[in-house]
């Protein structure tokens, strides 16, 4: 009897369980069949994704904007993918960037949401990754009132001019370290700006080493590997004992640094205020601004420590990396370093060193300066935006939610703008007519778009030009030799990243014949 029920019931089972299974195989498949035809018909082109994966699987790990400029051969300015189940769109043109980020900024200027930044290293509150609204708004009013307001920005101008100076004396004394000084003369401005505090030596400063730990490991917390918590949420709940828990242990100990480098300084600040002695500086404002009664609520104290803690991280690598990459293509180009040096000549005689009130008056080196940025833009693939409403463009939907990439480096390779993108040609702008100079300056593009437009863009401008106008003064920018004094080959490259830094080189910066310490006037550095 038994044997007789089991008889039938187990041909039965397998038959119901085939019929499930075959459904569900089916629904699947006509589910995605939807998914593609919508996704073919309505949104913007870009390669056809697999179930589950999405486009992820042909998103190269390293130099992705080079593979998305190749893709817009194909699929022109817009190209939509899916990273998994999540949507994004890469603008590949300056124009289509316009349009959305700038034009309709209302919609475009959220950030998409990351776990891993937010939730588990806790870099909050963060002007760069804070969704738009009351708070982000409250930010950028800060940052823009010491970073954009044109008498703030002119009482920089000492501290710019003083620092310039050191650089130019710590380059005569060991050149070799290029890089270090170029750093320090930045990381200094930041400090500066943000707390009152000088930066004499990168290797012993607290500060700069706060905010280097933070930095740095909120860069390598970033890994691909961390970065699937984003796309599978339910991975943030992993014990952090388990195998595969170690981009949770990486944040959590990263979250550590974070709150150091938001609570030390915004107390060295505040004891400085009650001993008299703070120098003026953007915490120094915002704390004296916000206090009533000589009480500052826990949440404005939250509010100006995270302020205070982004402006070195926003402001520092980028503005070094202009840096960098201009010493790199005066190395690389004898001929434009000398062509600049003939202006300055020319316009400064060769008694005294460039200053901001020189800009107009030096305008090839205002070219060669464009050129920098535009052969390799410091953030390729800008800072993602996020829309926050379905949109309709060009007859595509693109989705509420999208995240939008924009690839500035393929906009400053464009052929039509750019002839020959990858040559370093600084005259291709003496070349086109006032209106297309202005209109295709690539500092509209390298400081991003819209209302999340870099808000440290004059600044980190008017620092970098007066480095490179006052190097470019004394200094002499050759390939490094060898033993048998031989120039060396260099090739420049650059690593990926969301920082586009050029890899570590060596060369040979000395003075100009004619040209001597004598020319740096002597400073007070306190
Ligand atoms: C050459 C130097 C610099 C470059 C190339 C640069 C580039 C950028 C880019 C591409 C963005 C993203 C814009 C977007 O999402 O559309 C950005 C955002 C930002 N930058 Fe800069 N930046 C530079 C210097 C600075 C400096 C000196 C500061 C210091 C105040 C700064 C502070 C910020 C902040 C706070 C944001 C976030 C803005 C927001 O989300 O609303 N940057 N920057």
Redesign the pocket.
């Known amino acids: 009897m038994a044997y007789t029920a089991l008889g039938i019931m187990f041909p039965f089972g397998i038959a119901c369980i085939s019929i499930i299974f075959t459904i569900t195989i089916f629904g699947i498949r006509r589910w995605w069949a939807v998914q593609c035809y919508e996704y073919d018909r309505l949104n913007p082109p870009g390669p056809r994704p697999l179930p589950f994966l999405g486009n992820i699987h042909q998103v190269p790990m390293d130099y992705q904007y080079k593979a998305f400029t190749e893709w817009s051969k194909v699929f022109g300015d817009l190209i939509f993918l899916r990273l998994f189940r999540k949507a994004a769109l890469i603008i590949n043109s300056t124009q289509a960037a316009q349009d959305l ?1 700038e034009k309709r900024g209302a919609k475009y200027s959220d ?1 998409p949401y990351f776990i891993l930044f937010s939730e588990l290293i806790q870099f909050e509150p963060n ?4 969704p738009y609204g009351d708070q ?1 708004r409250l ?2 009013k800060w ?1 823009q009132a ?2 954009q307001d044109r008498a703030a920005l002119q009482s920089y101008e000492p501290i710019q001019a003083r620092e310039t100076n050191r650089l130019l004396r710590a380059l005569i004394e060991s050149p070799g370290d290029f890089t270090a000084h170029l750093k320090r003369y930045v990381a200094t401005l ?1 400090m500066e700006i943000t707390y009152g505090h000088t930066v004499t030596n990168l290797d012993d400063d607290e500060f700069i080493r706060l905010a280097d730990r933070a930095v740095s490991g909120t860069v390598e917390a970033g890994s691909p590997a961390a970065a699937l918590v984003d796309f599978f949420p339910l991975l943030k709940h992993i014990p952090t004992w388990m195998p595969g828990a170690g981009f949770k242990r990486k944040a959590f100990e990263v979250r550590e640094y974070v709150r150091q480098l938001q609570n030390v300084p915004f107390a060295k600040v505040r004891n400085a205020m009650a001993a008299g002695i703070a120098k003026p500086s953007l915490l120094r404002t915002l704390i004296q601004d916000s206090n009533v009664d000589g009480f500052l609520s826990p949440d404005d104290e939250y509010n100006i420590k995270g302020a205070g803690s ?2 070195y991280g ?3 690598d ?2 070094v ?2 840096l960098i990459s201009f010493v790199l293509a005066m190395v690389l180009h004898p001929d434009v370093c000398q062509k600049a040096q003939a202006e300055l000549d020319r316009v400064l005689g060769n008694g005294r060193l460039p200053e901001l009130i020189d800009r107009d008056s030096l305008p090839y080196i205002d070219c060669v300066l464009k050129e920098v ?1 535009r052969w390799n ?3 390729p693939l ?4 996020k829309l926050t409403q379905d949109d309709e463009y060009r007859g595509f939907h693109i989705p509420g939610q999208t995240m939008i990439i ?1 690839n ?1 480096w393929g906009m400053t390779r464009d052929v039509e703008t750019y002839p020959e993108p990858e040559t370093f040609y600084p005259e291709r702008f003496e070349e086109m007519d006032k209106l297309n100079a202005d209109a295709n300056d690539p500092r509209n593009l ?12 004059q ?3 008017t ?2 030009w007066l480095a490179v106008a006052n190097m470019l003064a004394i200094f002499e920018f050759r390939k490094a030799v060898n033993s048998a004094n031989e120039e060396a080959e260099l090739i420049p490259s650059f690593v990926s990243g969301t920082i586009s830094h050029p890899r570590p080189f060596s060369c040979n910066i000395c003075l100009r014949p004619g040209r001597t310490a004598d020319l740096i006037p002597v400073m007070d550095y306190d």
């Open positions: 980020l950030r002007v760069t990754i804070m982000w930010h950028r940052i010491s970073f930041m982004v402006i926003a402001g520092t980028t503005t990396t202009v940025y833009p410091p953030v800008c800072l993602p935006h924009p500035i390298v400081f991003g778009f819209g209302r999340r437009l870099c808000p440290g863009r600044f980190g401008d620092s970098i």
